[in-house]
Structure formats: C-alpha cells, structure tokens
C-alpha cells in the first residue's frame, strides 16, 4: 500500500473509533458478538469495544477465545459455555448482568448461537427480563451466499448433517424440494460423505456452491452441478482440507408440482397397497425414483411394506 492511501485508511480507522467512542454500551447487558471466521481484519470496532468494555466473555472454548483475544490486546475473564453446560452458566452470566456488569458472549468463530451453543444462555437472559446488544458481524451461511450466485430470495439454514448416512439422507430428502436455498455447514471429515449423498438424492442439474475456508489465506468458492462436485472434490486432496459451509440450489416450482401429483398419487395407493407395493406402482406413474418414493410414502401412513 503506498503510503498516502496508508495514511488515509489509518485517517479514516481513527475517525470511525472516534465515533464508536460516543456510542452507548448499557451496563447490565449481553452482548452477543461476532467474532473473525478466520481473517482477523473481519473484526469490527463496535465488536471491539464491547470485549474492551465486558467484565466477562462467556465463549464455547477458552483456548480458542483465549488466542483471539491476545491477538486483541484484550485480557478479560473466560466463563467456558458449551452445550452441556449452558444452564449452569446462563444463571451465573445473569447474577452479574443483575450487578451491573457487561458481558459478552461469543462462539469459536462467526455469530454465535448460528449452528454453536448460545441460545439457551440467550434465552435465559431473555426470561429474566435482562438486555441482550448484537453485536453485528461476519457469519459464514451469509458470506457463503453473498457470493454464490444463486438466485432467490429465501434461504434455508440446516447447519451440521446427522454423522450417519441414513439419517443424513432423511434430513436431504426432507428438505429435497424446498424452494429456498439449502445451507449446510460440514466438518473436512465428513465432507466427501455428504457430498456423494447429496449428489443421490438431489437432481443431477442442481447446482451446489461449495465454500472452503471462507476469509482465511487458503479460500476456495466453487459451483458446480451436484452431480460433478464429488469428482470435483476428489481431484485434489486439498479440496476436503478445512471448514465448509455448502449450498443447494432451490428447487423450482415445476419440482412442487411434480411432488404434489406423486402425493395425490401415492395416497390414492396406499389405500389398497403397501408401502413398498405403492412406491413401485407411483415410480412407474410418475417417473419418479422408488426409493424417493418410498421414504414420501413411510412419511404418509402408519403401516409398514
């Protein structure tokens, strides 16, 4: 950076911290912040000052939070807050939000309680009739479809897949024909798993996005027909390497349509079939895979093939 646009950026870092400074932070709150998902220039003043301000900082792991702070310069008190243990720390955080203290809370990484524990915590706050302050940042779902390209107005946050493939494969059919756009997140571990079930139970044109390592030095951002991503991620062995977050396209209203008459049809047969007699006969009515059809059918009736 030549130095004249250094010293404008820095000009202008000074004069937004100014204003932060005449900016309100009540005693007696929570201040749910976001935190970096991975480039710490992603920090925001506000979010700043509320950890410079907060007695305490409620955090799902104290070693990773610790990091982040002293990166920070910010040396505050950890309450660990994990999902085993949140009612036990929401009454705590509200004993000293009751005294007047600020405190803050946040995940690993991103805005908490989005696929993180939290929420109890925040719901305890809220029924004890205390202050909750966002302290608005960078979540990777919203990142992820700012620069997917996918169009709609809506989406559909599922976060983390069950760890076994069938009950992955339910979750995926449940939402198979939704109209919205389909955000996951998965761990490297499981990535090349989910994605080879996603690739069976979505239409092989449905275009998947699939975000690695958003903000940090090694991001990958690519899109690509679901039925092409599991070669895709194959072909290099860094393609399964860090965090994931992964986005299906909707599925258009012809789909709908198309689902409702294998409704219609399906429980016109299961009046006088089985489960698995009425998959077969609707899959040859509608053109529609059995096994689809079957796991609509289970979802139906009571009765078992």
Not at 31 to 58: E, F, H, Q
Not at 78 to 91: D, G, I, M, P, T
Not at 175 to 195: C, G, K, M, N, W
């Amino acid at each position: 950076m030549d130095p004249s646009a250094n010293a404008t950026f820095i000009a202008r870092i000074t004069a937004l911290a100014a204003e932060i400074e005449q900016q309100s932070f009540p005693d007696g709150a929570l201040y749910v912040v976001a935190t970096p998902i991975g480039n710490m220039g992603d920090i925001s003043l506000r979010a700043l000052k509320a950890l410079s301000l907060c007695s305490a900082i409620a955090c799902e792991d104290t070693r990773k939070t610790g990091q982040l702070l002293a990166r920070l310069d910010i040396d505050k008190p950890l309450l660990s807050a994990h999902q085993h243990n949140e009612r036990e720390v929401a009454e705590k955080i509200i004993h000293r939000l009751k005294a007047g203290e600020r405190v803050a809370l946040v995940s690993d990484a991103g805005t908490p309680t989005i696929s993180d524990p939290g929420a109890r915590i925040v719901d305890a706050v809220i029924t004890a009739g205390l202050r909750i302050i966002p302290i608005a940042g960078i979540s990777a779902a919203v990142a992820a479809l700012s620069v997917s390209g996918l169009i709609g107005d809506q989406f559909y946050f599922v976060g983390f897949l069950p760890a076994r493939e069938k009950q992955r494969e339910t979750v995926l059919r449940s939402v198979q024909y939704s109209l919205a756009t389909l955000v996951f997140y998965e761990a490297p571990h499981r990535i090349a798993d989910t994605i080879a079930v996603m690739a069976r139970v979505f239409e092989p044109s449905r275009q998947v996005v699939i975000g690695r390592e958003l903000s940090k030095v090694f991001e990958q951002i690519h899109r690509c027909p679901v039925s092409e991503a599991p070669q895709w991620l194959a072909s290099d062995s860094n393609h399964q390497r860090g965090e994931f977050v992964v986005l299906i396209e909707a599925a258009n209203a012809g789909d709908n349509d198309r689902l409702d008459d294998a409704i219609r049809v399906l429980d016109i047969l299961l009046e006088a079939c089985s489960v698995s007699q009425a998959a077969a006969l609707a899959s040859r009515i509608t053109g529609m895979k059995k096994n689809q059809l079957y796991d609509l059918a289970l979802t139906r009736t009571p009765r078992s093939s």
